[in-house]
Structure formats: C-alpha cells, structure tokens
C-alpha cells in the first residue's frame, strides 16, 4: 500500500504532493513517497538494549537516511522510527518522553490499546490476532518498567526501512547494515522482505486486489505540487499537513503536538522552537507517529469461504447466478480488483488513467447497493456516507477527513500460485500509516468504523476484510443477502513508532 503502489504513472497523471523548502531537506522522504520506484524493501526491527546512542550515527552511515528533498534522484532510500521503549534505551530522559503522546508511550500492548484495537478483551486474545498472542512489540511501558513483565517475545526498539531497486541488493544491504550494528550491540531481531511488485502494472495486496488508491492530499503553505504550483485543498482528500506532520497546523487549526526539549539542549542539533512551548525547542516538528502491523493474510481461506458462501447463496436463490466468490470478494473490499469502486450504476470513469478516487456515497450509493455499507473501503473512509441526509453529507465528509491516514504498507511473504490452495507460505501486509494524533486518526478508523458491530445501520457485524469471523450484508435491490466471512487477517505484531525529522535524528544520535 502507500502512495504510488499503482506504479508506472500513467499519461495526465495529476501531479503529487511534495513539502516546500527548508521542511523538505528537514523530514523523512517516507512521508511523501511510497517509493513505488524502488520495488524491493527489507524492513529490519532492531534490538538495542544498553547500546546507547551511537549505533544511530553507525547506522546513517550504512544506510542514510533518505530526505524529501529530491527522490528521484535515490537509487535506493532508507526510514528508521523509533518504539517508546526504543527511545529510552537511546537515552532519551523521562521528562522528554512524557512530552509524546500518551498512545505512543503506553504502546499497543497496554490493554485498553488492545481493546481499543479489538487485539485483546477481557483478558483474552482475539481470533485476529495469532495463537498465543503477538511476536513482537516495544513492550513493557516506560511507566512502570520495574514491575511490568514483557508482553511479547521479542522487543523491538527501531525499525529500519531499506528500499532497492533490486532484491538481491536490498538483502545484501540489510545483511551490511547488521554486520555493521552487531558490534554495537544492536541486533535484528526480526526481519521482513517487503514489495510491490507489479502484476499488469498493478500494485496488488495478496488477495489479488488492487491497493493503495485512496490517500489523504496534504495542503498548506509548506506544501507544493511536484509541478512547483502552490497546493490547494483538494475537496475530497485534502487535509492540512499537520495531520501527517506534528508542529504544522491540524484539523483543529493548531499545531499538532509532539514532543520536545529544554533550549539548552540547542548545542546537540538544528532543532527549531517553533510549535514548542516557550523555552523548549520542538523535537517533534516535521516528524510523525508511524503505526506498523504485521498482518498475516490468509489467501485459501478467504477464497475458499467466499466460494462458500456463493455456492450457499446460489443454492437458494434461482436469481443469484451473479454470485461468485469474485463478486463477493469485490463486495468485501467495495472495489473491483483493478481498484474500480463498486456503485449501483457500474464502475465510474477512470481519473487520470487510474481508478476514480474523486467521490462521496451521499449522492449515488446512499444505500450501499453498489458498494456495501460494511465493505473494508467504506467502513475505512465513509466520506459523506454516514450523513443523514443530502444537507449535512459536506460537513460527514469533512468529519470524516478529519481520521484519514496517510497508508505506507507493503506485502511480505511470496506470490500466490493458486488462491484456492493452502500453500502453508506465511504471507501478509506490514500495514504502516502516519499520522499525527494515533487516536484521533489510527485507533478510530480501527476502533469506530472498522470493528464497528453497529456501523451505519448494520447490527452485529464488523469489517468482513479484517475484522473477525462473523456475517456480512450485502444489500441488492429488492433483497438483502447475508454471508458468513471467516478470519482472513491476523496481527503478528504491532507498535506505535516515531517517525523523526532529521534534524531530530541528529539530536538522538549526539545523545
Ligand atoms: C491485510 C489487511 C488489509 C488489506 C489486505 C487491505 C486492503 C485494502 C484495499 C484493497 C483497499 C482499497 C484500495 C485503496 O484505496 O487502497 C484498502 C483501502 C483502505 N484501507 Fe485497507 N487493507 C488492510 C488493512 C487495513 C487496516 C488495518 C486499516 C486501518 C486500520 C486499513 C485502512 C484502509 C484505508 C483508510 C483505505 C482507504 C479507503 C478510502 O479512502 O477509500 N486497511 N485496503
């Protein structure tokens, strides 16, 4: 997922977003790329307890962190974000890492993170997660680390994000950048192959549908177009760059916050006070908290169920000949596979050469009967589609725009030769997004509409995608029909990361 997944730009494409200098040279090229062009990505979770500081500066020289200052230039680029836990083992001191937000200092694993996710309730894992709970976190909490027991296996402290153009380089850099931690004392504890490559000029997740259409368009005065025009707010995906970036305005017209430190600290890095209270500098500005989930997809179940219940369907129905696991399955996500959305009236026209992005559900698809009130799509961004009426769709729209997520996944695990076999290859998403507020945009996409039981006017059921096993509404004229989806998705593990700037980066590495 992520912008550009749905490479080789085709003719009149509309020109992309970019950040304005001096925030260009200052932030992660992750931010405005997906790096589309760089098809093969290594993404290594690093373990760095009592190893200090100095490993971060080894690392950049290894892998240099890539700008978003000029990436077309990058034959290869790299992103490194820190967990809470990884910060403090930095020697990052308390005082600063109680100025983070408090979801990323508690982590995923406290629990009513895991409830809010649907991770964990009442003590017990849920089916959407793996057996015996998650691999891999930040773990134990910064508050109580005295007493807290660890909650997964592994520990993660950074993750490191390398892009190539190339497999084979991007092992034979990864396996570089290693040898060059170890004897800092800092190890890959876990490590996944990354990519997005293309099957008819197409970035597809592993159920075989297209991925990484539909992202929130940053506006704001440090923000241009790639053409070099000023950018406008795009009225269906705009959002103010504050929303992805922290210390630039958000959609509740502030700053958003993040972290900082004492001005006295000035000497250790170009760190601004802009945005930071009065006597700190802002180590957060153009930095961003990056959510990372490692979800295993299961490919023969979700084929095999849905064909299931087509057959289940067509058994009762004379006039479902229509239903096939395709149809189904388009339902579930309320796209086609070539990423076209599913309206009552037939796909629309294509926008810029690529599927059209540019629409609410209010005006033509009120009711679902093209794309279902429940599809993953719908429950993810409703648009204006939770407006009760025609009057109030423009304010639902902007509701909803103000929980948009800015998508930067990738696929791990090999291709699928035959979708209706259990080949036992583990295989998944690594879903990344960045945001500002993690439970104002993440945790409510996860917690309100997508694990929602009573979203729209549905009863009693959630994402038919990601959400666990349990029925599914699919509203045809003049019938409603119902199809029990199983689990297709669980989490291996997950954390809440920041994402610095690089002025930031400089300052942990001096610490
Ligand atoms: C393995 C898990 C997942 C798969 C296979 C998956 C797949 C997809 C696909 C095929 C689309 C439609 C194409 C597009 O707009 O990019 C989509 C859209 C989207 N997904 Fe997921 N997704 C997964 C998990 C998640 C999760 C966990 C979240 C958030 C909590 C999420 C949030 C979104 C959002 C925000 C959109 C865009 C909706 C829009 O603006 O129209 N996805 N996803």
């Known amino acids: 997922m992520g912008e550009g997944s749905m490479t080789q730009p085709p ?16 932030t992660q090229g992750v931010v405005v790329s997906g790096f589309s062009d760089l098809p093969w990505a290594e993404a290594l979770f690093l373990y760095a307890k009592d190893s200090g500081a100095a490993w971060i500066n080894a690392l950049r020289a290894a892998a240099p962190i890539t700008n978003a200052a000029g990436k077309e230039k990058e034959a290869r680029a790299a992103a490194l974000a820190f967990t809470c836990t990884g ?4 020697g990052l001191p308390y ?25 964990k309730i009442d003590g017990e894992w849920q089916s959407t997660v793996i057996r015996g709970g998650p691999i891999w976190s930040g773990n134990v909490p910064i508050e109580q680390p005295a007493t807290a027991t660890p909650s997964t296996p592994v520990t993660v402290h950074a993750l490191l994000l390398l892009y190539d153009k190339d497999q084979a380089d991007a092992q034979r850099w990864a396996a570089e950048v290693g040898q060059t931690l170890a004897p800092l004392g800092v ?6 192959s990354l990519d997005l490559r293309l099957d008819k000029r197409i970035g597809r997740e ?19 177009l790639s053409d070099g025009r000023p950018s406008e707010r795009d009225p269906w995906h705009g959002v103010p760059l504050g929303e992805i970036l ?18 006295d600290e000035k000497a250790r890095a170009d760190l601004l006070p802009e945005g930071a209270p009065e006597g700190f500098l802002n180590l957060g500005l153009n930095g961003s908290y990056m959510v990372a989930r490692e979800l295993r997809q299961y490919v023969a179940s979700f084929w095999q169920s849905l ?15 229509h239903v096939t696991a395709e149809w189904l399955a388009e339902r579930v996500i309320g796209r086609n596979v070539d990423g076209h959305l599913l309206c009552p009236s037939g796909f629309p026209a294509a926008q810029d050469g690529l599927p059209q992005n540019d629409f609410g559900f209010m005006r033509d698809d009120r009711y679902g009967h093209g794309c279902p009130l429940g599809s993953h799509v719908r429950r993810a961004n409703p648009r204006d589609g939770l407006a009760k009426d025609a009057a109030s769709a423009q304010t639902l729209l902007d509701a909803s725009n103000n929980h948009r997520i800015l998508r930067r996944g990738r696929k791990f695990g090999g291709p699928v030769d035959d979708r209706y076999r259990d080949d036992q290859q583990e295989r998944g998403l690594l879903f990344m997004c960045l945001n500002s507020d993690i439970a104002r945009q993440f945790e409510f996409v ?46 291996a593990g997950g954390e809440y990361f920041f994402l610095p700037s690089i002025p930031a980066l400089d300052y942990l590495g001096r610490l």
């Open 95 to 119: 005082e600063v890492l109680e100025t983070f937000s408090p979801q990323f200092r508690e982590g995923m694993y406290q629990e009513d993170r895991l409830r809010r996710l649907g991770d």
């Open 307 to 321: 064909r299931t219940g087509a057959e289940r369907i067509r058994a009762h129905d004379p006039n479902a000949a």
């Open 206 to 224: 592993h159920f075989g549908f297209a991925d990484g259409l539909s992202q929130p368009i940053p506006f704001g005065p440090s923000v241009v």
């Open 187 to 192: 190890t890959i504890v876990r490590q996944l």
């Open 246 to 263: 922290l210390g630039h305005e958000n959609a509740h017209s502030e700053k958003a916050p993040g972290p900082f430190i004492p001005t």
């Open 87 to 90: 910060l403090a083992s930095v």
């Open 446 to 491: 996860q917690q309100t509409w997508i694990l929602n039981r009573n979203f729209a006017t549905l009863f009693d059921e959630t994402d038919p995608l990601v959400g666990p096993k349990g029925p599914f509404t699919v509203r045809e004229q003049p019938l409603r029909r119902i199809v029990e989806v199983e689990t297709f998705v669980q989490s």
């Open 11 to 26: 003719l009149n494409r509309r020109p992309s977003w970019r950040l304005a200098p001096p925030d260009d040279a200052r």
